[in-house]
T-cell receptor
Framework: EDQVTQSPEALRLQEGESSSLNCSYT??????LFWYRQDPGKGPEFLFT???AGEEKEKERLKATLTKKESFLHITAPKPEDSATYLC??????????FGAGTQVVVTP | SAVISQKPSRDICQRGTSLTIQCQVD?????MFWYRQQPGQSLTLIAT?????????ESGFVIDKFPISRPNLTFSTLTVSNMSPEDSSIYLC???????????FGQGTRLTVV
């Protein structure tokens, strides 16, 4: 059975304190590993899609990496506006995504 | 990136009634997807809406409870039928652009059933 597990469930950071979020997955026929940011009361905001092991993508203070079993979302020198829930999802069929439970990140000044 | 608009953004409904949620995309897409996000939970796929054919439902979701329409390549509706408090969730539509697996989401419809 396909599974997506995110850790930690919650992360509290001081502004400027870099950290990483983990997404481990088991899926047959990976069609992309997706990262989203979700603010309270809003829909997920697309961040990255990674397709093959060794691939990396960056956007501002965020960097996503992918191995055969897991993906990491690195947050470098976070700011309070980076506070959100970060979701990862695996594509298992065209357009279909299976989501992890998310990591809630709080960045304090 | 595609712009996806959902209506209504939120609603409070009486149990036993039905609500239809609309999803409009600013470009043509082959498939649209409907997800549910229950309170404190992550997203779960409900069904795939294909233009010109019946929707296909994931395990645990049935057409009688969540009928879906897809009249053209930019629009879809999801109806939540005979609602109970357990249906209180955020409902989201997704529309991956053709030939591209970036999956964008609407802002969601927050449904509360009382």
């Amino acid at each position: 059975e396909d599974q997506v597990t995110q850790s930690p469930e919650a992360l509290r950071l001081q502004e400027g304190e870099s950290s990483s979020l983990n997404c481990s997955y088991t899926v047959s026929g990976l069609r992309g590993l997706f990262w989203y940011r979700q603010d309270p009361g809003k829909g997920p905001e697309f961040l990255f899609t990674l397709y093959s092991a060794g691939e990396e993508k960056e956007k501002e203070r965020l960097k996503a990496t992918l191995t055969k079993k897991e993906s990491f979302l690195h947050i470098t020198a976070p700011k309070p506006e980076d506070s959100a829930t970060y979701l990862c999802a695996v594509g298992y069929s065209w357009g279909k995504l299976q989501f992890g439970a998310g990591t809630q990140v709080v960045v304090t000044p | 990136s595609a712009v996806i608009s959902q209506k209504p953004s939120r609603d409070i409904c009486q149990r036993g009634t039905s609500l239809t949620i609309q999803c409009q995309v600013d470009s043509q897409v082959t498939m649209m997807f409907w997800y549910r996000q229950q309170p404190g939970q992550s997203l779960t796929l409900i069904a795939t809406a294909n233009q010109g054919s019946e929707a296909t439902y994931e395990s645990g979701f049935v057409i009688d409870k969540f009928p879906i329409s897809r009249p053209n390549l930019t629009f879809s509706t999801l109806t939540v039928s005979n609602m109970s408090p357990e249906d209180s969730s955020i409902y989201l539509c997704s529309a991956p652009p053709d030939g591209n697996t970036e999956a964008f989401f609407g802002q969601g419809t927050r449904l509360t059933v009382v």
